[in-house]
């Protein structure tokens, strides 16, 4: 396909998946009784051919980029947004090389995990909500990927926000979740709070120098103009990406947002949605590049957010909880690497973790689905037997997150802790430490969690024989998936071990050359060779603490407890931020201020005219003789006056 | 350009005509009353869609209507539309026969009263938008009050007096000073001799600072009073709470937004200097408006009392758009208005069907709804989507205009402000979850009938409106633009030398101007 | 002309009437002192008109006759009926407006 066949296309991967969630909400809600019509069938068969066209384009459009000598961006304009005065925001996609790598995963995950859906969520009753929902949130993601200015950006960004919402609220008659679905809305709002404000930050300062506007091409060729606000507006958008990617000191919605059916958290909460905020940053590279002070607090924040979640990580006892501080903790590492900026690894480190967290993700699914529902890994052990096909591919991606050599997760983090080394000297150094012992801190855990799940002996309640593999609509995904843990990787096989890391030089036309080759191939090697082996150590500590020995499950105590009540963040929160806001709120505010102050003010003019009233009122007797007398005093009166006036 | 028709004149009589048919049908014959007003008021609406297509995108005032009434005190009979109006008339015609469909069921007794009174309104409202005499403005403004005392008094819930009194005093008291201010501007605005009360002439007026500094205090007092902004507000969560359905409508589809219309037809053309002098307060006030109605809607446990608090909040947007003078914020508080119009209009409406179903407005009595009246929770979810301003909903242009513009003049000014964005979501979600999500606990919520035919008939246009707004704002926009630009003429214009408001905004309006 | 006695006539019936109404209490006495009350104007009406040698005065004495007399149809007709209610002329009696 030519470029400009496929220009015309681009309007097609957001809203193929558009039309298939509007199809399937239509034909649930016309349907005279409900349930029966559509069938299944036909709502699977809707719901995967939107992704599956969205896939299909966005290919043509990662071919066209390519193919063409000219690296200039594909665009599409369809309509004037908005139009108001000098402020004109059009309805327009764009796709560059960076926007194609991310519609390459997020279509192909995204398809993958619509089919996985139809065998997971295959008897539930809101089976056609669920691809509604689910449907939407594709076309949001696409939306916000392609969007061409950061007002369109920011739509795909809150509409994929309020999915993520319906999503985790999914079974809603479930307050719990309910409430965990509401708290993930807020908390993003939070951060978008700060995306807007950036976004302002930008329009305005680029105002006082002549046209403006939000388009990215437009952007990046007067980002000089914002070197002033540089900071501030590049921190204020990183606000929002901790929002939207759980960083703190805004993550703690993504461990609730376990609450949702699995597939969800494997598309939304782990390959796609939280990796919106590393692609944000990476879109504004240009910004970021102007502040060497907002790319340090980026990575600071991003390994503190990496270190957190794999301490919380430990004492975690819900397998989608494991997954989700786990999925913080890598997001933790994007983070580091885009603040550093090493935008391309980041990159690849979102792109690899798609594969492998998406597997480990729909690897938990399909273990759920076969132990009817039981989510604590206490009750779990020795699956592997049972479940071949899931074990085998959860622990290839285990491997792979783990950064074991040749899976993708290895290429990926070393990437990162390399370009952390090699950046901002003592600074980029610690940070290297602290990204090491992070590293070890992830294999611990995840071995923790496949140790205590697929060996040792069966805990669960479900009898051991009647544990059954599941249906080969889920087990395909899990193997795709798996497949593309492994071998992903070697699009990034850095130079020092013969590669040519195809990736960054992909994404080189949108950040430049990044220049850090000054050190010897030796110390790479050491660097990498260091991680591996801290991978080894977490592995080893784990296999020792729970294969070695049979694990027993018991009250945790100390710093165990402490990890496994997430280090009372969220009762913290409570304490400090929103029981006394609410209760100002409601003890001063609304019942001094509004009921005593100002209707007590208005109230007491009525009360002193009503008790006034009622004095006076004693003068009408009702006998005309009486005001007759009134009359007469009142005459004299006048005249008395007129007569004193005389003089 | 236009027919001769005077089409503003039989838009504006047509319900009062209807309304005087409506006293001559015998009571009891509901079904009559009810149709015919719908009838009547969907023609209404036809009407205005012709003006509204006609309508051209300049900020003269069009479809004008003219002759003397009093000649001795300049006092006229004289209609037309500009940018400013149009889309408020729209909002007016489209609601009305929402409001008559949303009555069938819950208005038993004295429909022809009922329904007589809604077009009374109708007239009313559609009067004082149109009006471009001053005189003929405050008399509409004057009519509108006394069918709403009537619908809150006569239909409302248990503590109608109270409110409906309640609501009256606040008006009135602002009402008057009104009338005061007017008559002092007309009295200012003779030409040879000649008293005039014609708005037009009201513009031309040169007023001295001081005289500026208490005409504002008599105007502002009286359209901050209708708004409503902080702290003039109390009135509105009682009328809201205790008034029908369909009184609630109007109320915060329409009749708040006369308040803003004030401002914009009176008090920023006449007055340029006392309202720049007054813009900081009036924008703290916003702001606290802003912040205030969201946290206090969060701690409300009777959920038409949360909606009612959320208009302050939205209102306060709305002010806070108008007094940092700049087109964007001017044309993003009219978007706004709107916005809030069809959004609260559509929350209220919600509320109302949860009222028949269930006969509370307690929050803690529902629970779980979207299991039996899923429908209903689709329809709700959209609507709170669009107060909380989700891009892709016509909430958000307003919204984003009017930060937009105000982060031109005061970064900190826009970050209190948005944080109005946080708070929103905040209230409304909880109440989604309250009412619409968790278990089922009450057992009467277990088979409550999902959305009847004609409910949504009523609530399908809103739907449909939100959305076309949110992703077509532009058709709305180049509408009013001119008329918005001549008021920032006017408003800057005598300030320019006294007054640096902002450099950014300054910067603006020269590239603006520039486009041209 | 010497006016001052036609005048100070006037005002003895005027004040006459007056007194009538402050202390009878029977409401025919009452309608007889506005009677006197409101010839006494005429009477001044009159004499006024004559010192200004104009004739306003005299059409407003007629105007003030016709009224009287329309006041006394309407007086007496009320006094009927309150009457009737309340078989008494006692006007003290009638003050249900005021509690």
């Known amino acids: 396909m030519d470029r400009q066949s496929i220009e015309q296309l681009l309007w097609v991967i957001p809203f193929a998946p558009l039309i298939g969630a509007l199809a399937i909400g239509l034909l649930c809600a016309l349907s005279p009784k409900r349930g029966s019509f559509p069938s299944r069938t036909v709502v699977g068969f809707l719901a995967c051919l939107g992704p599956l066209a969205s896939f299909m384009v966005a290919g043509g459009v990662f071919l066209a980029l390519g193919k063409s000598p000219e690296t200039t961006p594909v665009h599409q304009t369809l309509f004037s947004w908005i139009q108001c005065g000098a402020f004109s925001i059009n309805f327009a996609f764009e796709a560059d090389r960076l926007t194609a790598v991310m519609l390459m995963f997020v279509t192909f995950v995204g398809t993958i995990i619509h089919f996985y859906s139809i065998g997971y969520m295959g008897h539930d009753k809101g089976y056609a909500r669920f691809f509604s929902y689910l449907n939407l949130f594709l076309s949001a993601m696409l939306i916000l990927v392609l969007g061409s200015n950061l007002v369109l950006m920011f739509l795909g960004w809150e509409g994929v926000g309020l999915c993520s919402y319906l999503l985790i609220a999914f079974w809603f008659d479930d307050e719990a979740k309910a409430i965990a679905g509401k708290k993930a809305f807020i908390v993003n709002r939070i951060g978008d709070f700060g995306f807007v404000l950036g976004i302002f930050l930008i329009y305005t300062t680029l105002l006082k120098n002549g046209p403006s506007s939000l388009e990215f091409s437009f952007l990046a060729t007067h980002a000089y103009l914002l070197a002033p606000v540089a900071t501030i507006a590049s921190l204020l958008l990183f606000t929002g990406a901790m929002g939207k990617s759980a960083q703190i000191p805004l993550y703690v919605w993504l461990p609730d947002a376990m609450a949702g059916p699995t597939p969800v958290s494997a598309l939304i909460h782990a390959a796609t949605m939280v990796t919106a905020g590393v692609f944000m940053v990476a879109r504004m590279h240009f910004l970021f590049d102007l502040s060497p002070l907002s790319g340090q607090l980026v990575a600071g924040v991003g390994i503190a957010t990496a270190l957190v979640a794999a301490l919380i990580g430990f004492g975690q006892n819900d397998i989608k909880k494991v997954l989700a501080y786990s999925t913080v903790s890598q997001l933790g590492y994007m983070f580091v690497a885009v603040g550093a900026g090493a935008y391309s690894a980041g990159i690849f480190h979102v792109f690899t973790h798609a594969f492998f967290k998406a597997c480990l993700f729909l690897g938990a699914g399909s273990v759920i689905h076969a132990l009817h529902e039981e989510q604590d890994i206490r009750k779990m052990g020795g699956l592997l037997k049972k479940l071949p096909i899931t074990g085998t591919t959860f622990l290839i991606a285990w491997l792979a997150i783990c950064g074991i050599p040749p899976f993708a997760g290895f290429f990926s983090k070393d990437e990162i802790l390399w370009s952390v080394f090699n950046t901002w000297g003592a600074y980029g150094k610690i940070l290297w430490v602290l990204g090491l012992f992070g590293a070890g801190c992830t294999a611990f855990y995840m071995s923790r969690l496949v140790f205590i799940t697929f060996f040792g002996k069966n805990r669960s309640s479900t009898a051991f024989e009647k544990i059954h593999e599941s249906p080969p609509i889920m087990t395909i995904p899990l193997i795709i998936l798996a497949l593309g843990s492994v071998l992903v990787g070697f699009f990034g096989i850095p130079e020092a071990l013969g590669g040519s890391n195809v990736f960054a030089s992909w994404l080189t036309p949108v950040f430049g050359e990044h220049t850090s080759a000054t050190h010897s191939n030796f110390i790479e090697y050491v660097v990498m060779a260091l991680s591996v082996s801290v991978a080894f150590i977490g592995i080893t500590i784990a296999y020792i603490k729970y294969v070695r020995k049979p694990f027993i499950a018991s009250e945790p105590r100390g710093i165990a407890a402490f990890a496994e009540a997430a280090f009372h963040v969220d009762a913290l929160y409570r304490i400090v931020l929103i029981n006394p806001l609410f209760s100002f709120t409601r003890n001063i505010l609304f019942r001094v201020v509004d009921v005593a102050i100002i209707d007590g003010a208005v109230n007491g003019i009525a009360k002193l005219s009503s008790v006034s009233g009622g004095l006076v009122r004693r003068l009408q007797t009702g006998t005309v003789r009486t005001y007759l007398y009134y009359f007469g005093a009142g005459a004299a009166l006048l005249m008395l006056i007129v007569y004193i006036g005389k003089w | ?516 | 002309m010497e006016s001052s006695a036609y005048i100070g006539l006037a005002i003895t019936i005027f004040f006459i009437g007056v007194f009538g109404m402050l202390v009878r209490k029977s409401a025919f006495l009452f309608l007889m002192s506005i009677e006197l009350m409101l010839n006494s104007a005429n009477l001044a009406w009159v004499t006024f008109a004559k010192v200004h040698g104009n004739l306003d005065g005299h059409v407003y004495a007629f105007f003030i006759m016709a009224l009287a007399a329309a006041e006394a149809c309407v007086g007496l007709a009320i006094i009927v009926l309150f009457y009737r209610k309340r078989r008494s002329v006692i006007l003290d009696n009638a003050k249900e407006m005021s509690k």
């Open chain 2, 1 to 516: 350009m236009q027919m001769n028709v005077p089409m503003l004149s039989i838009l504006t009589f047509l319900p009062l005509g209807t309304f005087v048919l409506l006293l001559l049908t015998p009571q009891g014959s509901s079904k009559l009353h009810r149709n015919l007003s719908l009838c009547v008021s969907l023609f209404v609406f036809l009407i205005s869609c012709v003006i509204l297509k006609d309508f051209i995108p300049t900020s003269i005032p069009q479809f004008a209507e003219r002759f003397p009434l009093i000649d001795k005190w300049g006092i006229s009979y004289s209609v037309s539309v500009d940018g400013i109006s149009i889309f408020l008339v729209m909002l007016v015609t489209f609601l009305t026969p929402i409001v008559v469909l949303c009555s069938y069921k819950y208005i038993t007794k004295n429909t022809r009263e009922y329904y007589g009174l809604i077009l009374l309104l109708e007239f009313g409202m559609i009067g004082t938008l149109v009006a471009a005499d001053a005189m003929l403005f405050y008399v509409f403004w004057e009519i509108m009050l006394v069918p709403m005392f009537f619908i809150i008094g006569m239909w409302g819930g248990e503590r109608r007096v109270y409110a409906t009194i309640k609501f009256v005093l606040f008006t009135l008291v602002g009402s008057l000073l009104l009338l005061i201010g007017l008559i002092y501007t007309a009295w200012k605005a003779s030409k040879g001799g000649h008293i005039s009360f014609a708005i037009s002439d009201m513009h031309n007026v040169v007023l001295s600072t001081k005289e500026q500094l208490w005409l504002f205090g008599a105007f502002s007092l009286a359209f901050a009073i209708k708004v409503p902004m902080f702290p003039l507000h109390t009135w509105l969560p009682d009328a809201h709470t205790e008034a029908p359905t369909g009184g609630s409508v109007i109320l915060a589809g329409v009749l708040l937004k006369m308040g803003v219309y004030g401002f914009l037809r009176f008090v920023f053309p006449i007055l340029p200097t006392a309202s720049h002098l007054f813009a900081p307060v009036m924008i703290i006030l916003s702001i606290i408006g802003i912040i205030y109605g969201a946290l206090v809607a969060f701690v409300q446990t009777d959920i038409k009392k949360l909606v009612a608090y959320s208009s302050v909040s939205h209102l306060g947007y709305v002010m806070l758009g108008l007094f940092v003078f700049s087109l964007q914020g001017f044309q993003g508080g009219m978007y706004q208005m709107i916005n809030h119009g069809l959004s609260t209009g559509a929350l209220f409406l919600i509320v109302g069907m949860l009222y028949e179903r269930r006969h509370t407005r307690l929050m803690s009595e529902f629970g779980g709804l979207a299991k039996t009246v899923p429908l209903l929770a689709i329809v709700f979810m959209v609507s709170m989507l669009s107060s909380v301003g989700l891009p892709g909903l016509n909430g958000f242009i307003g919204e984003f205009l009017i930060l937009l513009a105000t982060f031109a003049a005061s970064p900190l000014y826009a970050a209190f402000a948005a944080s109005g964005v946080i708070l929103g979501a905040v209230y409304l979600f909880h109440l989604y979850q309250k009412v619409m999500f968790g278990p089922i606990t009450k057992q009467e919520n277990e088979k409550l009938p999902d959305l009847s035919f004609r409910e949504a008939i009523i609530m399908i246009p809103i739907l449909l409106l939100m959305v076309i707004m949110g992703l077509f704002p532009n058709p709305i926009l180049k509408r009013t633009e001119p008329s918005m630009q001549k008021i920032i003429q006017q408003v800057n214009l005598s300030t320019m030398q006294t007054r640096d408001f902002s450099a950014a905004l300054q910067q603006d309006q020269g590239s603006i101007n520039h486009d041209r």
